[in-house]
């Protein structure tokens, strides 16, 4: 995959190795009826400049809420109660709102699940692009706004563009409506995109489609995706790096070799165990996670995973396992890691006392 | 594996439970002007006892339209449906009372499924009721029974759905269908509204109940996999057709119908290794409109190989090889 770095040439960007997006302990909570939901818990995770990386979770795990406290974009109810994000050294957090429009879609792009609802269903698709450039390009003539637009609609592969930009979000599949956000998304050239489950609505075959797009466009201009999914195959497809969530905290971090080589957490494992492959011997059973995710307006104290894991020990259900880091760079949060854990019962007995753990979580 | 359970024509089939002929379903599409939405155009297939037949294809290739059309949620527009040999195509609404006890159907979406003002023990307990012939001793007996079947308890019995996660929702829903322990159950995309870690759950519940009950499935998703693992046979559908069918897992390891042969390559790999080296590339385009279907072959606006003959002639499903059923000019 070190396609995805040849664009990338230390000496344009001072800095080095500087992380694009950097989120350090970020806390996030909702406040409704039902009293405070602890949707984010502390996450930490970085995007690499070209890289992709991988955000894995089931609904409920904080890994929208991630990206959209970062960008600024929750929900009334919601609020950042800790932590710093930042962005090419900028801190998102503080950052005046005038400055902040102007990160989000010219530097940072999105795209959603649901294209139909992040497309104004009365304004013509092609009109819908040249707004992003309007807004932020304002150097820009109608006539090159225009010419952009065709360009943009077609790089996201929109057959005969100049007939389609008049048309309206109705008018098209849901595949061609992602391909709108797409050109949208991709029109100031940002230097990172999140991706949050942009091809969870779509059938196979124009999630295949889509994917591909993405992936050839990230190689050609050299952005960082967050691609935010619950579907392990499409991460296994797209991302170098995983960060797996799970109750509003980060489980697992890895490079995507090695996590599908060898899962260093137990819920990784589940996750990766629990769905068939195409090959799977039929007359075995499926081994699924027993028990349903956390109720986030009571989180529990200990790890969350706890209740539904195999190898948790008392130790698990009553203290926050710190996040253990290897000295690849691989990190886990899991007590089974740490160097005083049984050999007995424990998957990681043949590396445990290895890893560093965290000191803020102790 | 190696079963003889489905057989696109049904001539030496052995106990046949369901038997689909010819299913058509043709409504006329929104906005009128007399054009007509051709969304099942002529499935035959039979299902065995304790069998489980997967039909998968993309959003609108007709899954559930054939499902619905066989419980007669639809009325189809052509063709017949046998169960246990009789014909329920034109069986009046009155009289399908007796049909439903045979056969249920398990829904997607758990959320809308489920009557939002009843609670569990009233939305289980109604199959019973709408059949007549269960006291309410028994009738909350056999609720009691089949709740903790499916891994509810006695406490969820007077909650409402909204009280309920996503996977306990589908449990009542499983409830609900197998309360009469019925000998067919539809499922349409039963788990595609679910968590990854829940979604085995419910498809462990579903194998564990056929094995016990010797129930049969009419299995209808879009995770290839998961159809797979779940299926005896599989049937691919393409706009409303019936592409091609296979008992066993021929289809997977030598599919014959190039739309096939697409679908699987467009499945994300689940190992990075092996997916950088992957360079098939899955199907181009977009399903055509079904108001006007292509004439010939209705896939040839995608196929690669599409031939002069595929653009003007239908191709018909015919055996390719002993129970692997295609329909495609080019095998």
Same mark, same amino acid.
């Given at each position: 995959?070190?396609?995805?770095?040849?664009?990338?040439?230390?000496?344009?960007?001072?800095?080095?190795?500087?992380?694009?997006?950097?989120?350090?302990?970020?806390?996030?909570?909702?406040?409704?009826?039902?009293?405070?939901?602890?949707?984010?818990?502390?996450?930490?995770?970085?995007?690499?400049?070209?890289?992709?990386?991988?955000?894995?979770?089931?609904?409920?795990?904080?890994?929208?809420?991630?990206?959209?406290?970062?960008?600024?974009?929750?929900?009334?109810?919601?609020?950042?109660?800790?932590?710093?994000?930042?962005?090419?050294?900028?801190?998102?957090?503080?950052?005046?709102?005038?400055?902040?429009?102007?990160?989000?879609?010219?530097?940072?792009?999105?795209?959603?699940?649901?294209?139909?609802?992040?497309?104004?269903?009365?304004?013509?698709?092609?009109?819908?692009?040249?707004?992003?450039?309007?807004?932020?390009?304002?150097?820009?003539?109608?006539?090159?706004?225009?010419?952009?637009?065709?360009?943009?609609?077609?790089?996201?592969?929109?057959?005969?563009?100049?007939?389609?930009?008049?048309?309206?979000?109705?008018?098209?599949?849901?595949?061609?409506?992602?391909?709108?956000?797409?050109?949208?998304?991709?029109?100031?050239?940002?230097?990172?995109?999140?991706?949050?489950?942009?091809?969870?609505?779509?059938?196979?075959?124009?999630?295949?489609?889509?994917?591909?797009?993405?992936?050839?466009?990230?190689?050609?201009?050299?952005?960082?995706?967050?691609?935010?999914?619950?579907?392990?195959?499409?991460?296994?497809?797209?991302?170098?790096?995983?960060?797996?969530?799970?109750?509003?905290?980060?489980?697992?971090?890895?490079?995507?070799?090695?996590?599908?080589?060898?899962?260093?957490?137990?819920?990784?494992?589940?996750?990766?165990?629990?769905?068939?492959?195409?090959?799977?011997?039929? &007359?075995?059973?499926?081994?699924?996670?027993?028990?349903?995710?956390?109720?986030?307006?009571?989180?529990?104290?200990?790890?969350?995973?706890?209740?539904?894991?195999?190898?948790?020990?008392?130790?698990?259900?009553?203290?926050?396992?710190?996040?253990?880091?290897?000295?690849?760079?691989?990190?886990?949060?899991?007590?089974?890691?740490?160097?005083?854990?049984?050999?007995?019962?424990?998957?990681?007995?043949?590396?445990?006392?290895?890893?560093?753990?965290?000191?803020?979580?102790? | 594996?190696?079963?003889?359970?489905?057989?696109?024509?049904?001539?030496? &089939?052995?106990?046949?439970?369901?038997?689909?002929?010819?299913?058509?379903?043709?409504?006329?599409?929104?906005?009128?002007?007399?054009?007509?939405?051709?969304?099942?155009?002529?499935?035959?297939?039979?299902?065995?006892?304790?069998?489980?037949?997967?039909?998968?294809?993309?959003?609108?290739?007709?899954?559930?339209?054939?499902?619905?059309?066989?419980?007669?949620?639809?009325?189809?527009?052509?063709?017949?449906?046998?169960?246990?040999?009789?014909?329920?195509?034109?069986?009046?609404?009155?009289?399908?009372?007796?049909?439903?006890?045979?056969?249920?159907?398990?829904?997607?979406?758990?959320?809308?499924?489920?009557?939002?003002?009843?609670?569990?023990?009233?939305?289980?307990?109604?199959?019973?009721?709408?059949?007549?012939?269960? &006291?309410?001793?028994?009738?909350?007996?056999?609720?009691?029974?089949?709740?903790?079947?499916?891994?509810?308890?006695?406490?969820?019995?007077?909650?409402?759905?909204?009280?309920?996660?996503?996977?306990?929702?589908?449990?009542?829903?499983?409830?609900?269908?197998?309360?009469?322990?019925?000998?067919?159950?539809?499922?349409?995309?039963?788990?595609?509204?679910?968590?990854?870690?829940?979604?085995?759950?419910?498809?462990?519940?579903?194998?564990?109940?056929?094995?016990?009950?010797?129930?049969?499935?009419?299995?209808?998703?879009?995770?290839?996999?998961?159809?797979?693992?779940?299926?005896?046979?599989?049937?691919?559908?393409?706009?409303?057709?019936?592409?091609?069918?296979?008992?066993?897992?021929?289809?997977?390891?030598?599919?014959?119908?190039?739309?096939?042969?697409?679908?699987?390559?467009?499945?994300?790999?689940?190992?990075?290794?092996?997916?950088?080296?992957?360079?098939?590339?899955?199907?181009?385009?977009?399903?055509?409109?079904?108001?006007?279907?292509?004439?010939?072959?209705?896939?040839?606006?995608?196929?690669?190989?599409?031939?002069?003959?595929?653009?003007?002639?239908?191709?018909?499903?015919?055996?390719?090889?002993?129970?692997?059923?295609?329909?495609?000019?080019?095998?």
């Amino acid at each position: 995959m070190t396609m995805q770095y040849k664009n990338y040439d230390v000496s344009h960007n001072p800095g080095g190795d500087e992380p694009l997006l950097t989120i350090r302990n970020l806390r996030t909570s909702f406040f409704t009826g039902a009293g405070e939901i602890a949707a984010v818990r502390g996450v930490s995770l970085t995007v690499r400049r070209g890289e992709c990386l991988g955000v894995v979770g089931e609904s409920g795990s904080g890994k929208s809420v991630t990206f959209l406290s970062a960008l600024r974009l929750l929900a009334p109810a919601g609020r950042v109660m800790g932590g710093e994000i930042r962005f090419q050294g900028r801190d998102l957090l503080n950052m005046r709102l005038k400055e902040m429009r102007e990160v989000r879609g010219a530097r940072i792009a999105m795209i959603f699940q649901d294209p139909l609802s992040s497309l104004n269903p009365l304004i013509p698709i092609g009109k819908q692009v040249d707004e992003m450039l309007w807004a932020h390009e304002k150097n820009l003539t109608a006539r090159q706004r225009k010419d952009k637009t065709l360009e943009l609609l077609t790089k996201a592969h929109i057959p005969e563009a100049e007939r389609r930009y008049g048309s309206y979000p109705h008018e098209f599949s849901g595949g061609m409506r992602q391909r709108v956000m797409i050109a949208m998304a991709l029109a100031c050239k940002p230097d990172l995109l999140v991706a949050d489950e942009p091809t969870t609505a779509l059938d196979v075959s124009i999630q295949n489609q889509i994917l591909r797009l993405i992936k050839s466009l990230q190689s050609e201009m050299g952005m960082g995706v967050a691609f935010i999914t619950h579907d392990l195959g499409v991460i296994a497809q797209m991302c170098t790096r995983v960060s797996v969530l799970y109750g509003g905290l980060v489980m697992e971090d890895a490079a995507a070799d090695d996590l599908f080589d060898r899962p260093l957490h137990p819920y990784t494992e589940g996750l990766l165990t629990s769905m068939p492959s195409l090959m799977q011997d039929r &007359s075995i059973r499926l081994s699924p996670i027993p028990g349903s995710p956390p109720d986030m307006s009571a989180p529990p104290s200990g790890c969350p995973f706890a209740p539904r894991c195999a190898h948790a020990r008392n130790i698990c259900v009553s203290q926050m396992p710190p996040t253990y880091t290897y000295a690849d760079g691989r990190q886990s949060r899991c007590w089974l890691h740490s160097h005083d854990a049984p050999a007995f019962d424990n998957p990681y007995r043949d590396i445990r006392g290895t890893a560093v753990p965290d000191e803020e979580a102790l | 594996m190696r079963s003889e359970s489905t057989r696109a024509n049904a001539k030496e &089939s052995d106990a046949p439970l369901l038997q689909v002929r010819g299913l058509t379903h043709h409504f006329p599409a929104r906005g009128g002007r007399h054009r007509i939405v051709h969304a099942l155009e002529n499935v035959s297939f039979t299902l065995t006892h304790g069998r489980t037949l997967g039909l998968v294809g993309e959003s609108g290739c007709g899954k559930s339209t054939c499902a619905r059309c066989i419980v007669r949620i639809l009325n189809p527009s052509a063709g017949q449906v046998l169960l246990d040999g009789q014909d329920i195509t034109h069986i009046p609404q009155k009289r399908l009372l007796p049909v439903r006890r045979k056969m249920q159907m398990v829904f997607q979406d758990p959320y809308t499924a489920l009557n939002a003002r009843m609670t569990v023990r009233d939305i289980v307990a109604e199959p019973l009721r709408a059949q007549r012939s269960y &006291s309410s001793g028994e009738t909350r007996e056999m609720v009691g029974e089949m709740l903790s079947r499916v891994g509810l308890t006695r406490e969820h019995e007077n909650r409402y759905a909204h009280e309920l996660s996503g996977g306990q929702r589908q449990r009542v829903g499983i409830a609900r269908a197998l309360i009469l322990k019925p000998a067919l159950v539809l499922c349409d995309e039963p788990i595609s509204a679910l968590d990854v870690s829940i979604q085995a759950q419910v498809i462990n519940l579903l194998r564990d109940f056929q094995q016990e009950l010797g129930l049969a499935y009419l299995f209808i998703a879009h995770d290839l996999s998961m159809v797979r693992y779940v299926s005896d046979s599989v049937g691919v559908m393409y706009m409303g057709e019936l592409v091609e069918l296979s008992d066993g897992g021929d289809l997977y390891t030598r599919p014959l119908h190039p739309y096939t042969q697409g679908l699987l390559e467009s499945i994300p790999i689940p190992n990075p290794r092996v997916a950088r080296e992957n360079t098939a590339r899955g199907l181009t385009g977009d399903i055509a409109s079904p108001i006007d279907p292509p004439p010939g072959c209705r896939f040839h606006t995608r196929c690669p190989r599409a031939a002069a003959r595929c653009k003007s002639e239908p191709p018909l499903l015919k055996e390719a090889a002993p129970g692997h059923w295609t329909a495609c000019h080019l095998v």
